[in-house]
């Protein structure tokens, strides 16, 4: 039988067969009996097994600490604070509204629809100028002019009202039979220039008072100076009022800020599935519904028949076409959904 050793293992085998030969000297000079050969060996080769062993059982628990330290800084944790893992709960525990902030291609509208579709019992409206068909679910109720936005802002104004007495004459438990209600505020610096004195006070009063009545604001913004949020000269009200979201290249410059590499090579990592929340790192990578049954579900909304949703959505014009089968298939199936 051989043992392959390491050239480390092999300098404390020697080490320790060197040692225990200067025990046996020792021990012949004292007693001045000669030592039983065989137990000598023996001796030798328990003492050489014991050190390799110890020896790769070190070397094992240095890879191991090694891989540990990679992971970590890959997968794991690679930030000094926590990382949020649940953005969704994070904020409502929070009670206060949202802004978020994030250029063209930061992700921004991504994050605002995998908002709305974990907030799927929520009565939401949008304000959107910008809007598209397919950009929300059926379900959001969305304003695209800006006169329809200024009297949508007028009727949550009324609402607004009409909770606060209510709560004022039954008390706040009364406010738990009401639905939570969510605004989403696109683009809101176009909303401030155009119709800003509409804006600003409904916002204003929404963000101080909506909470306690379960009203909430998104406001999506591709800066965050106070100016754009309609909140100049009194920013006491965004830092106090608002859960503050930095995507992409502002949350990237906000880790540089703080002098924290890490923190920006984890940003950097995943640009649109990473990015921070007051501060906090966090990960959210937003897997929404197929966009093409959100679609199928709009057109049927608009009481389009099978035929003409699968020429809109697929291109198919005739029964005949060879896929045209398995396309009503599955619009049958997005529909019983």
Request: proline share 2%; glycine share 6%.
């Amino acid at each position: 039988m051989f043992i392959t050793a390491t050239t480390e293992q092999s300098r404390l085998i020697k080490a320790g067969l060197f040692s225990l030969c200067l025990s046996g000297c020792a021990l012949f000079v004292s007693t001045g009996q000669k030592s039983n050969p065989h137990i000598i060996t023996a001796g030798v080769l328990y003492s050489a097994s014991a050190i390799v062993i110890a020896s790769v059982r070190e070397k094992r628990k240095e890879e191991e600490e090694a891989i540990s330290v990679r992971t970590s800084a890959v997968q794991d944790k690679p930030v000094k604070q926590p990382i949020i893992k649940d953005f969704v709960n994070y904020w409502i525990a929070k009670e206060k509204h949202l802004i978020i902030v994030g250029g063209t291609g930061d992700g921004k509208s991504t994050l605002v629809k995998g908002l709305v579709h974990k907030l799927n019992e929520w009565e939401i409206t949008a304000y959107d100028i910008d809007f598209a068909r397919g950009d929300y679910p059926s379900a959001v109720n969305v304003f695209c002019d800006y006169d329809t936005i200024s009297s949508d802002m007028a009727a949550s104004s009324a609402k607004l009202a009409k909770r606060i007495k209510l709560r004022q004459v039954n008390g706040a438990e009364i406010i738990g039979n009401e639905n939570f209600v969510l605004t989403i505020a696109e683009e809101l610096s176009a909303l401030v220039k155009v119709i800003g004195e509409v804006q600003k006070p409904w916002i204003s009063e929404i963000a101080k008072r909506g909470r306690k009545c379960r009203m909430f604001v998104m406001a999506c913004v591709q800066n965050d100076t106070i100016a754009n949020t309609g909140f100049e000269g009194d920013s006491a009200s965004v830092s106090s009022c608002f859960v503050k979201v930095l995507l992409g290249k502002f949350a990237r410059e906000r880790a540089e800020k703080l002098k924290d590499n890490e923190l920006l090579q984890w940003l950097s990592e995943v640009p649109k599935g990473r990015f921070l929340v007051d501060d906090i790192p966090c990960e959210w990578i937003i897997e929404l519904p197929d966009k093409d049954a959100e679609t199928v579900i709009a057109l049927a909304s608009d009481g389009k028949s099978v035929q003409d949703i699968i020429l809109s959505v697929w291109g198919v014009k005739v029964s005949r076409h060879a896929s045209y089968t398995t396309l009503k298939t599955r619009v049958s199936k997005i529909l019983k959904q």
